[in-house]
């Protein structure tokens, strides 16, 4: 049971490139989540699914999209990179709501 | 607008002594609070809940409480270890509606000393 996995663990991106952030969980949970963490800063959130076919914006989507064509994917989508994108992106799933969310390793993303 | 704040960013803490982790909030939306732990490189991880229709919630040596009318929560740790040492985030979720979403503090950096 490998719980959520994300891919890569660090990448360097150029400016104006793109990338796709990969998720993955076994758990056949329903809901799943990405978040970005700046140093000092808390986990922000960037987009939500409930469901395979259903995504949501959260707090800071500009610059992301999300797609969740299976309830075990939900891949984050870098169109047009820029240095406000550096942080740690963390990929989250969870069944319930009485439940906790289970959290990825993080990838590790720099735009220079 | 920080609706979940963790206002001191570090702790030191000598082993054995108690650690007395802080959190406010400020939407009175938000009923079920989390604190999570983490390590550097890896991911989050759960370490204890309170739904609000409670005070207090333990599981062994952490313990988290919780004040409604003042909006503050608290996370005491008994005794620390130097295992104990890691970022340790508040959340705060709405248990209807809200898309099960959690909104984070920034986050305490605990160091217990030996």
């Known amino acids: 049971n490998a719980g959520v996995t994300q891919t890569p663990k660090f990448r360097i991106l150029k400016i104006g490139q793109s990338m796709t952030l990969q998720c993955t969980q076994d758990m056949n949970h329903n809901y799943m989540y990405w978040y970005r963490q700046d140093p000092g800063m808390g986990l922000k959130l960037i987009y939500y699914s409930v469901g395979a076919g259903i995504t949501d914006k959260g707090e800071v989507p500009n610059g992301y999209n999300v797609s969740r064509s299976t309830t075990e994917d939900f891949p984050l989508r870098l169109e047009l990179a820029a240095p406000s994108q550096t942080s740690v992106y963390f990929c989250?799933?969870?069944?319930?709501?009485?439940?906790?969310?289970?959290f990825g390793n993080g990838t590790r993303l720099t735009v220079t | 607008d920080q609706q979940v704040k963790q206002n001191s960013p570090s702790l030191s803490v000598q082993e054995g002594r108690i650690s007395i982790l802080n959190c406010d909030y400020t939407?009175?939306?938000?009923?079920?609070f989390l604190w999570y732990k983490k390590y550097p490189a890896e991911g989050p991880t759960f370490l204890i809940s309170?739904?609000?229709?409670?005070d207090k919630n333990e599981d062994g040596r952490f313990t988290v409480f919780l004040n409604k009318s003042a909006k503050h929560l608290s996370l005491h740790i008994v005794p620390s270890q130097p295992g104990d040492s890691a970022v340790y985030f508040c959340?705060?979720?709405?248990?209807?509606?809200?898309?099960?979403?959690?909104?984070f503090g920034t986050g305490t950096q605990l160091k217990v000393e030996l």
């Open positions: 309170i739904s609000s229709i409670k």
């Open positions: 989250a799933s969870v069944a319930l709501f009485n439940s906790p969310l289970h």
């Open positions: 939407n009175s939306m938000f009923d079920y």
């Open positions: 959340a705060a979720r709405r248990l209807t509606g809200g898309g099960n979403k959690l909104t």
